[in-house]
């Protein structure tokens, strides 16, 4: 018999129809059987009831760009506790790079990885394949292999990808397949020896600068690609106000390109890498205010599709080094949705979409079926208490990476329960679990 | 106003009042090294540690005798010896000299915002003697000191910077310094070496030697590294040598009185022509004497401090009877 279960009392936010309304939301089993004005669907037939009173309901959260380490990197985070903290920052689905340790680049480690991420249960994980073998930019990866194992993209993330004859192809081969190419946009020769932003606070730190032109002409480049190919281009982690011009213009052109940006890359700018403070250390690196209000808009009007975290954890010991060799890049999993929500506070866009750019966004971008609320969806919802008060502590994190810039920000909004697939598999509303408890007995 | 940083990581932030009260302190200390007891006893039982991740001879001697003068034990340890080579991490290394209790570390390092790391994870004063190209705080000072002296002031003054400013820890320090101090600084090289964005730090930039230096009452000329040729900031040791090498004609340009600094190594031929290294104009010897009395004021302004004991400014009570000494020499600012 088939188990059904009422969400009572939130107000329901529906990327897809804009809406932000009171709504119940029935599911029955795995699936939604869809939002009903409230009462108009009572407690019949035995559903249980999940009070959701004064929460926010959301699609599952989708995130499109996270590193989780395994195989191979165990020791900087693991697919269950990459999980774990995917499910304590509200995201239903993720994407994992392809940077592992084998590589990501065959039919048998996308399925490693899947077999590892249904035994870690909870957040859905989906493998996204290198682009090439070995990372090594310079011959196609396996990707049918991948593909039938699996991979929802190719991407050698990390690496950028100096070959444009190799990018070529990868743009025209991935056609077959329907998968992107999601690039990470920097000329190494520009780039070489960088570790943060090129200009004024780099001279000043005496650190070398990667100018904002590394990124902007890989990106010339390969939405000229794209035009010559007819593959689809996602352009992971945009940082730089030019890059938002370039991808303005090829989306008013029509071409397939679409785009990421980071919750660090909308909220931080290059200053923060005064102190030497190498949780500040990422690539791309932070850039300045007039990119992050470039960024800004760019995801409001719809120029970027998707807010994604480029969650990179990394142990202690590769952070607690000279700036120079500091490993890049930060965890998100767990600040981002908090974060996003202040971008609605700050007024640079509304709830719906912001929440599109969470779900539906990155899930057309990678065609996961996730992100809507639509009847006969996947039931992966996303609870979320807009109020709650809290100061961010690296320490207390589920991911094993505790690098984070935001340490000891106060925050206000979180997820407080994850149901997927009609489960709730994580619940932090104060002293609810037990009225679900009772309400289902 | 005295000097109350807990370190010396940079001169950035460092106010103008800051730095007069360490060149009077450095002033002060100038006739200690003229003794013929060299030595006073104000870091008796102090320990000095010289943590040197770079070759250098000029700075690291210049450190040790400034703390040896002081009556501070000194112990120095070069990156071929220590554990570096070994694969400790420099957190490690600040953690286990720590545990030793050493009343400061002197540090040079390849990497910029070294001393901030280990200054994170040590107690004692930590003196930044060359962090990567970020700053080389007692070389300005030393070369404020030297202009102080031989042109009585830096307010007002035109000071030329000329060479490889992109990687150069001196001309950052010097640009934090000079500036705070009210002297109006030129950049002068190629632009591959002197990049636009500069400007914010409110330097006049020059691409030509001879405008750079047209008027000016100092010129800095900074050593080109031998290296940076063959990485396309300029097409040859050569070519940059005929647009950029300090030439008597070039210094004629300047006031009368210029004084001509260089922080060494010298490439003599490459950056700057040997008569004009040795010739009138040059203090570039006055440079290296002042920096032992800079190091002295600032290890005893920094340790002395430290341990709750008075830093005076002059630190009149340590000298004795230089005093009348500093009343004669003292009084420019």
Known sequence: MSQRLLVTGGTVVDPVGGTVEPRDVLVEDDTLVGAFAPGERGAEGGAAILDASGLLVLPGLVDMHVHLREPGYEYKETIRTGVAAALAGGFTSVACMANTEPVNDSGAVTQYILDRARIAGGTRVYPIGALSAGLKGERLAEIGEMHRAGIVAVSDDGRPVMDAALMRRALEYTRMFGLPVIVHEEDAHLAAGGVMNEGVTALRLGLRGIPAAAEEVMLARDIALTELTGGRLHVAHVSTAGSVALLRDAKARGLPVTAEVTPHHLFLTEEAVSGYGTHAKMAPPLRTNRDVGALRSALADGTIDALATDHAPHHHDEKEVEFEQAANGVVGLETALPLALRLVAEGVLDLATLVARLTVGPARVLGLPAGTLDAGARADLTLVDPERRWRVEARVFRSKGRNTPFEGWEMTGRAVAVLVGGRLVYDDRPGTAAALRSAAS | ?333
């Open chain 2, 1 to 333: 106003m005295a000097f109350t940083q807990r370190h010396l990581l940079g001169l950035e932030g460092v106010s103008a009042g800051e730095i007069a009260s360490i060149l009077d302190t450095a002033a002060s200390f100038k006739e200690i090294s003229e003794r013929d007891i060299k030595k006073v006893p104000a870091l008796r039982g102090k320990t000095v540690i010289n943590l040197f991740y770079e070759s250098s001879t000029r700075t690291r001697t210049s450190f040790e005798i400034a703390a040896k003068r002081l009556s501070a034990d000194t112990v120095n340890i070069s990156a071929s010896t220590s554990s570096a080579s070994k694969g400790e991490t420099l957190a490690d290394t600040a953690r286990n000299l720590e545990a030793m209790r050493p009343d400061a570390i002197v540090v040079r390092h390849p990497a910029s915002g070294a001393c901030h790391l280990l200054a994170r994870h040590v107690s004692c004063p930590i003196l930044n003697a060359g962090d990567g190209c970020h700053e080389h705080p007692t070389q300005a000072l030393l070369d404020l000191l030297t202009i102080r002296e031989h042109l009585g002031r830096l307010e007002g003054l035109t000071v030329a910077i000329v060479g490889d400013v992109l990687h150069s820890r001196v001309a950052r320090s010097n640009l934090h310094g000079l500036g705070a101090l009210g002297a109006t600084v030129r950049l002068v090289g190629p632009p591959t070496l002197v990049p636009r964005e500069l400007a914010a730090f409110g330097a006049e930039l020059h691409t030509e030697l001879a405008s750079g230096v047209r008027d000016a009452d100092v010129i800095m000329m900074l050593r080109i590294q031998r290296e940076r040729q063959g990485a396309n900031f300029f097409p040859t040791l050569d070519e940059y040598s005929q647009y950029f090498c300090l030439t008597e004609e070039a210094v004629r340009l300047a006031k009368p009185q210029v004084i001509i600094l260089h922080p060494g190594p010298l490439n003599r031929g490459l950056e700057i022509a040997s008569s004009v290294a040795d010739g009138p104009y040059s203090v570039i010897m006055d440079q290296v004497t002042n920096g032992v009395a800079v190091r002295m004021a600032l290890l005893y302004l920094l340790v002395a401090r430290s341990k709750g004991e008075e830093a005076s400014e002059g630190a009149s009570e340590v000298l004795g009877d230089a005093e009348p000494l500093r009343r004669r020499t003292g009084g420019r600012a």
